[in-house]
């Protein structure tokens, strides 16, 4: 496919090797050229997420053929469409779920994984969208079937995904509970919509939830955390609960792992992880978001919250404060006006 009047090469942050985040380094190499169902964005903004983090380490490589350069989110402007692109053209601002190439100067995503940008959204807010509202939309509410009325513990409130999740499931009539690392995290977890949080370097949130509850538990638990956190997970559900476990960021083999709650209680255990998903399969999120979501955006409710925003060149700095886990909400690179 020709592209006139675009550049052949690009900037864009490479990993010279598995490492810390000062393997991430500026650079410059080739632009990609969107496949048939693609259109190539002149990236704005990429969203700094955890996956990206494990990236970098070695720990998460990029499913075939998608691009090696890190980063899962963008937004910016299509400059050019596959010819089996229907739905977008040249010139529309969108922020689009990548499958990897997100922290470059252009970057290639499927139509079906791009979304027009909210109203009154600029660059910054609109790349802290896909990731983490993909993810909390796929697991909290078409996996975990939080319904209205129902009550929800959230791990790591003051994430990007926490966050994401605080904000929809209390905007959809759900009671959310929260565990954070700090009063800071659980005052502004609070405003957005918490109904308590949990600080889980001083008490056992398991405990807690049963006490805040009345003995009753959670009809979800979403976690990212994994191992150490399972058996207190199932202690804090109620009848019929479900556990979505969405990462395992300390561990994916729980010790003392006991099958008997799942049974008496009628538990579901289950999890995803969004990025082997389909094209078909990311564009059906994607659907449902523009139907239920974006609305709630477009009036100006649910928003990502920023916490700190950098230049590409950067990125380094973005990773050791994402590992720092001293953010509250989402860490965004700067790529282009």
């Not at 993810?135 to 009550?151: D, H, K, P, Y």
């Amino acid at each position: 496919m020709r592209l006139p009047q675009l550049p052949d090469t690009m900037a864009f942050i490479q990993a010279t090797q598995p490492g810390g985040p000062e393997v991430l380094r500026l650079a410059t190499g080739p632009r990609p050229e969107p496949a048939a169902d693609e259109v190539l964005i002149r990236v704005m903004a990429a969203g700094v997420n955890r996956p990206d983090v494990a990236q970098r380490k070695g720990a998460y490589p990029p499913p075939p053929g998608a691009s090696p350069i890190i980063g899962l989110e963008v937004a910016g402007e299509v400059v050019a469409c596959g010819p089996d692109v229907a739905g977008l053209k040249a010139g529309d601002r969108v922020c689009a779920l990548t499958n990897g190439g997100a922290y470059a100067a252009y970057c290639v995503a499927p139509e079906a994984q791009c979304l027009p940008w909210p109203a009154g959204y600029d660059a910054i807010r609109a790349a802290g969208i896909p990731e983490t509202y993909f993810t909390v939309w796929a697991n909290l509410f078409m996996i975990g079937r939080l319904a209205q009325g129902e009550s929800v513990l959230v791990h790591g409130g003051s994430s990007g995904i926490g966050i994401t999740a605080i904000q929809l499931a209390h905007g959809f009539g759900s009671t959310v509970y929260v565990t954070v690392g700090s009063a800071a995290k659980a005052e502004a977890c609070r405003g957005l919509g918490a109904a308590e949080a949990i600080n889980y370097r001083s008490h056992d949130f398991a405990a807690e939830i049963k006490r805040i509850t009345g003995g009753r538990g959670v009809d979800v638990v979403l976690d990212m955390v994994g191992a150490p956190y399972t058996m207190r997970n199932i202690r804090s559900l109620a009848m019929d609960g479900r556990l979505v476990q969405i990462a395992f960021l300390e561990g994916s083999k729980p010790d003392g792992f006991d099958l008997a709650p799942i049974m008496t209680r009628r538990l579901t255990v289950t999890g995803s992880t969004m990025r082997p998903r389909t094209t078909a399969q990311k564009g059906e999120i994607a659907r449902a978001l523009r139907a239920r979501v974006w609305p709630v955006l477009d009036s100006g409710r649910c928003g990502p919250v920023i916490h700190a925003v950098f230049p590409l060149a950067e990125a380094a700095a973005a990773h050791a404060l994402m590992e720092s886990s001293a953010h509250i909400g989402k860490i965004i690179l700067k790529v282009a006006d």
